[in-house]
């Protein structure tokens, strides 16, 4: 009896793909006990906010794709509505207005938008693949484009670019051509002088410092070169577990969110840090080899857009902290403390399960 519900309970979840995840979220807890100064009431509550994540990835690993891809309109709708509130209506911390009240707590809706956006565009692919025209591809565009521009002005460039990326996965795996891409890249290029004058005084300077950290050593590039020396003190095999000095010692920001690659860095060295890539990597070839496998357009598009999102959610945070992009607070993904991305990140692999699971169920 008991084995049989264990097995139902089990039924749409990916073994593999959810030993990973485990994997991946116990060494963060391990990271973070010595990123947090060896605080267990912060390692205690990022466990509770495991145990939400994971339960809603449960829940909507249950539900078949061909549900939750009609549930693409209205989240769309909703999740656009609430971006307009956060403009007129949310809360400002720290120069920024992300954060929208809802009586007894508060919301951050481009997380929701995380989500969103690759789900409205795989049904909007799916609607019209039989007669796909480049204008399509443009509608396509600006469906992403318009909250990008909400969530931009708030102002969060980090989550802005990652649902650019998300956005533009969906297009590249619905054959956007390429010669629309080169034509798109150019553009950008030749557009860069006036995204530059659009730019916030301090995202421009975080640009700057990246070419030279040394600009501003204890201002714009502290945090840069806090985090490479982090990581460059920890060799090839790390100075160990709770032995980091510039985490402990509090020369390391955001220790354990932004930054916390940079304590797994110096306590594990090159070495740890490997394996730490190559798990991301395993999870990424998962996800998709799930994408590869979905039955429709619709869940090869999103399953898709999910993994390079969450790939590339990991390679801008490891970025970030090594000194090789700008520091745009993204955080690593499973790994650094809060419960928001967590939730947001496996509610996506949720839907992967779902389209792996149920794709037995789904007419071809």
């Known amino acids: 009896m008991i084995r049989r519900l264990l097995k139902g309970f089990g039924a749409h979840l990916d073994g593999f793909l959810l030993a990973a995840l485990i994997t991946l979220m116990a060494v963060g807890l391990v990271v973070l006990y010595s990123a947090s100064g060896q605080n267990v009431d912060k390692v205690a509550s990022q466990a509770l906010n495991m145990l939400v994540a994971l339960a809603v990835m449960w829940a909507v690993a249950n539900v078949p794709p061909q549900h939750l891809i009609r549930l693409a309109l209205p989240t769309y709708v909703l999740g656009l509505g609430l971006l307009v509130a956060v403009a007129l209506f949310g809360e400002v911390s720290h120069g920024a ?18 989500i969103a956006i690759p789900l409205m565009l795989a049904w909007y692919f799916d609607r019209y693949q039989a007669v796909l025209r480049l204008k399509h591809y443009g509608i396509a565009a600006c469906l992403f484009l318009v909250p990008v521009g909400l969530i931009a002005r708030q102002p969060d460039l980090g989550t802005a670019l990652l649902i650019i990326a998300s956005g533009f996965y969906v297009l590249f795996l619905a054959g956007l051509p390429w010669r629309v891409m080169v034509g798109l890249l150019a553009l950008f290029a030749a557009s860069m002088p006036l995204l530059w004058s659009l730019l916030h005084d301090y995202q421009r300077q975080r640009i700057l410092t990246l070419l030279n950290p040394s600009l501003d050593p204890l201002g714009a590039g502290y945090h840069t070169i806090q985090s490479t020396i982090a990581i460059g003190s920890g060799g090839i095999f790390g100075k160990g577990w709770l032995k980091g000095t510039q985490a402990h010692l509090d020369f390391l920001p955001e220790s354990a969110t932004d930054f916390i690659f940079a304590v797994f860095g110096e306590e ?4 740890g840090g490997l394996l730490l890539l190559t798990l991301f990597l395993v999870i990424t070839a998962r996800g998709l080899a799930i994408a590869a496998n ?20 990991a390679f801008v945070n490891m ?37 792996q699971t149920h794709k037995k169920l789904v007419k071809t």
């Open 319 to 355: 970025g970030m902290v090594a000194g090789i992009l700008p520091v745009v607070g993204v955080p690593l993904p499973l790994v650094s403390y809060g419960g928001t991305s967590m939730v947001t990140v496996l509610l996506g692999f949720g839907i992967l399960m779902s389209i």
């Open 294 to 313: 979905a039955p429709t357009l619709a869940s090869r598009l999103l399953a898709g857009s999910i993994t390079f999102t969450f790939f590339t959610y």
């Open 97 to 114: 207005r992300r954060w929208l009240h809802l009586g007894v707590t508060r919301i951050q809706p481009s997380e929701l938008m995380k």
């Open 268 to 271: 594990f060295g090159l070495v």
